[in-house]
């Protein structure tokens, strides 16, 4: 596609259970990102792929959080045990990686989760 | 610590009156600053990038500068369409690939 797709773009689920994100990035872009965004907040860096292999994970909060990029195009963001502090808006962003990586990220519009 | 503080919050406008919207930032060795916008249920937009200080870039009604400590997006004679959340964000110190952002300001203009 033209651009950076994340589904679902809404899920409400209850406390205690399993979610996943899913991201798929622009075609060719070899670098993707996770950031958490919360109500007026900027976002928040979460977990960054180059190619299959995350390069930084520094920022998933626990180890509930994980993040997989099997073949090095469409990443799933997976959160295991969700808690109500876990709802907030998941933004993925996709970038050429390497040397011709311009810094410009190219966000996708987000999936909002809310935990009940 | 790697810090991104934007100013104001939320500014409101009338349609033609120019402003500024203000991002501090502490950060050893800036590797760039990027100038985002953000609509209501949307990702941000990249807008700009500026590397050194003195640089200056433009697009449309919007002009983005930088110093050592700050930088200012220059918005002059607003139209309604230009309402939405600008954020700016620098690479992290230790991680150029983690973006650290403000928390935005919220701009509206009113026609």
């Known amino acids: 596609g033209a651009g950076v797709s994340q589904t679902p773009s809404n899920k409400v689920t209850e406390k205690g259970k399993y979610v996943e994100l899913r991201c798929d990035p622009i075609?060719?872009?070899?670098?993707l990102y996770w950031y958490r965004q919360s109500l007026g907040q900027g976002p928040e860096f979460l977990i960054y792929?180059?190619?299959?292999?995350?390069?930084?994970d520094s920022g998933l909060p626990n180890d509930r959080f994980f993040a997989v990029r099997p073949e090095g195009s469409v990443s799933t963001l997976k959160i295991q045990r969700t808690e109500r502090g876990d709802s907030a808006v998941y933004l993925c962003?996709?970038?050429?990686?390497?040397?011709?990586?311009?810094?410009?990220?190219?966000f996708g519009e987000g999936s909002r989760l809310t935990v009940l | 610590e790697d810090q991104v503080t934007q100013s104001p919050e939320a500014l409101r406008l009338q349609e033609g009156e120019s402003s500024s919207l203000n991002c501090s930032y502490t950060v050893s060795g800036l590797r760039g600053l990027f100038w985002y916008r953000q609509d209501p249920g949307k990702g941000p937009e990249f807008l700009f990038t500026l590397y050194s200080a003195g640089e200056e870039k433009e697009k449309e009604r919007l002009k983005a500068t930088l110093t050592k400590k700050e930088s200012f997006l220059h918005i002059t004679a607003p139209k309604p369409e230009d309402s939405a959340t600008y954020l700016c964000a620098v690479p992290k110190a230790q991680g150029a690939q983690k973006l650290v952002f403000g928390q935005g300001t919220r701009l509206t203009i009113n026609p």
């Open positions: 792929f180059q190619g299959t292999g995350a390069a930084d």
């Open positions: 075609s060719g872009h070899t670098a």
């Open positions: 962003a996709s970038s050429l990686g390497g040397p011709k990586n311009t810094g410009e990220l190219f």
